[in-house]
């Protein structure tokens, strides 16, 4: 699969960028991401009555002579985070429609250039089957990131992807140090809401990333056809099936969808987590500069 979207004007533009955290950071140090903590920056916070045991390097001697007790000068701490990226790469997400997985793949190259950029740690892992798989390893700085990139572009979609298990089995999964964005259409049987629950017990910032194709949002079949479940192993599979559509169906399929996006949106709410669902017809930078700025994550 070629993606289109991988271009050097496309990462330029998101260059004016960053992420900001909903919640305090437990991650690294030598980032850029201001905590409620104090740390050892070169920014001053505040004052504090010195302690038994504190260091003595850090007691400011111009206000002893002025007061005769002992102060503590503290300073603002930033932080790294990591970005973890779970993309589906399950048939449905781009095997009998490329440009839908060109789109997300480009979605997570984004979110994977914003990290680098703002000095964080990203990595994806690729949702096949029961397992997510990490090709890359921990990436930090750009040079790694666009050599993963290049990979990443290339990638094929097929089989079918549990949600569940592939989130919470994978060992990388930090406590309460950055955010975790899982990008699929969630046309799945497995178990989505134990995967958001699992993060949100991680205490991780989480987002859910729901990409549809236009026909997938508003279907134009009508009378009889043959439906083929793209994930279907043979013919035989029960998700395989003849059937006349007709406006109650297409109806049913309608609300159908609807409710799915509803719960969707319901449970991340009840986690604290944001949902964003986009159709693959809206520019990707739209997308980026819109949609996302209204959850809070970019500014």
């Not at 905590?35 to 070169?42: H, N, R």
């Not at 049987?189 to 997938?216: F, N």
Request: charged fraction near 25%.
């Amino acid at each position: 699969m070629s993606n289109k979207y991988l271009n050097d004007r496309f990462f330029s533009r998101l260059e004016a960028l960053a992420f900001n955290l909903k919640s305090s950071l437990t991650g690294y140090f030598g980032g850029k991401h201001l905590v409620t903590t104090y740390g050892q920056t070169v920014e001053f916070a505040d004052f504090r009555e010195y302690q038994l045991g504190d260091d003595i390097r850090r007691i400011d001697w111009n206000l002893f002579s002025r007061f005769e007790k002992y102060f503590l000068k503290l300073f603002t701490d930033e932080r790294q985070m990591q970005v973890q990226i779970f993309l589906d790469c399950s048939a449905s997400m781009g095997k009998e429609n490329p440009k839908k997985g060109a789109y997300a793949v480009a979605a997570a190259a984004a979110m994977g250039f914003l990290a680098v950029h703002n000095m964080d740690k990203v990595s994806f892992n690729l949702m096949r089957g029961d397992r997510s798989e990490n090709p890359f390893g921990t990436i930090v700085g750009k040079n790694s990131f666009f050599r993963a990139i290049s990979n990443l572009g290339d990638l094929d979609f097929d089989g079918e992807t549990d949600l569940e298990k592939c989130v919470t089995g994978c060992p990388d999964t930090g406590t309460k140090n950055g955010l975790t964005l899982i990008i699929s259409d969630f046309f799945t049987e497995s178990d989505w809401k134990k995967a958001v629950s699992y993060l949100a017990y991680k205490r991780r910032q989480i987002m859910l990333l729901q990409v549809l194709t236009p026909e997938e949002i508003d279907p134009s079949y009508s009378g009889r056809v043959n439906l083929i479940d793209s994930e279907s192993q043979s013919v035989e599979d029960p998700r395989n099936m003849k059937i006349r559509i007709n406006s109650s169906l297409q109806k049913a399929y309608e609300e159908a969808l609807a409710g799915l996006k509803e719960d969707l949106r319901s449970f991340c709410m009840r986690w604290n987590a944001d949902f964003i669902s986009v159709s693959t017809a809206q520019p990707i930078e739209k997308v980026l500069f819109a949609e996302f700025f209204k959850t809070g994550l970019l500014s």
